[in-house]
């Protein structure tokens, strides 16, 4: 299991990430608690490796991303035993090397899918654990700018703001569920466990997160970090704000994000 209870996800996230990004991931990271994550362990697109040290640090054995420029920051984050820059599609491990993978939020970005789920299944044990988190057709769908806009009839302006914020977001799969799933057991892999999070308020505070958050962006060009004054006297109010919502049960039907567990069969 994942021995985390006692941090408090949410102020390790937004304490050092754009506040709409951390809520985000202080929901996934809790999500972890309950799933046994055995060794060896490989996150597939550590990215900037924030997630893995803050969610289950010392876990990882080894991660990959194709960025070197993220690669640097997981080194100093201590995110991983060893970190490798590596394309999904052609991992450099042995086959069936892996008792757990876990990719979070990543593979929603990745182009070409298919590919990387067989790499995946190569390098995993029978019976191992894949784990993944991905947006589903309802983040699409719950934008509420493009939700606003339909209602008032201006629905090719609702389709070009959906298609537009799915660019910026870099998502090449925002699919249904019913098509996740068609993919991954097409790929060989056993859904033990899945279920929708981020309900449509919790989308609206992404959405307008990545407006209301460009002051972020530019502190982390200038200064290499996102927040620059880390303390609970500057966070106070967005924290409370964040945690009334991050309190309540994420899990929805109507959820803009799928959780998915499963094992190779």
């Not at 990004?21 to 990271?29: K, N």
């Not at 990959?64 to 640097?72: F, W």
């Not at 995110?79 to 939020?105: E, K, M, Q, W």
């Not at 191992?128 to 988190?133: E, L, N, P, Y």
């Amino acid at each position: 299991m994942v021995e985390n209870k006692q941090k408090d996800l949410l102020w390790e996230n937004i304490s050092s990430l754009p506040y709409f990004r951390g809520f985000l991931r202080a929901v996934e990271g809790r999500y972890y608690h309950d799933i046994s994550l055995d060794s060896p362990l490989l996150d597939l697109g550590i990215g900037d490796g924030h997630f893995s040290a803050t969610t289950f640090p010392g876990a990882v054995d080894f991660g990959i991303d194709p960025s070197y420029k993220s690669l640097q920051e997981a080194y100093s984050y201590h995110a991983g035993r060893a970190l490798c820059a590596a394309n999904g599609d052609r991992l450099p491990f042995p086959d069936a090397y892996f008792s757990t993978v876990v990719s979070n939020s990543v593979v929603e970005h990745i182009p070409d899918l298919d590919e990387v789920l067989i790499e995946v299944r190569r390098v995993l044990k029978k019976d191992g654990a894949f784990i993944i988190c991905v947006p589903n057709d309802q983040f699409t769908r719950n934008l509420s700018i493009a939700r606003l806009l339909n209602a008032i009839h201006l629905r090719s302006l609702a389709v070009w703001y959906q298609r537009i914020f799915n660019k910026i977001s870099r998502h090449y799969h925002p699919d249904s569920v019913e098509i996740w799933q068609q993919n991954l057991r097409q790929a060989g892999f056993q859904i033990i466990k899945t279920w929708n999070y981020f309900p449509p308020k919790s989308l609206a505070i992404l959405e307008w997160g990545h407006f209301f958050g460009i002051p972020a962006w530019f502190n982390k060009q200038l200064f290499r970090r996102w927040i620059l004054f880390p303390k609970m006297w500057n966070l106070r109010p967005v924290y409370q704000w964040l945690n009334a919502h991050y309190q309540t049960d994420q899990t929805a039907q109507d959820g803009a994000y799928s959780f998915f567990i499963m094992k190779n069969a």
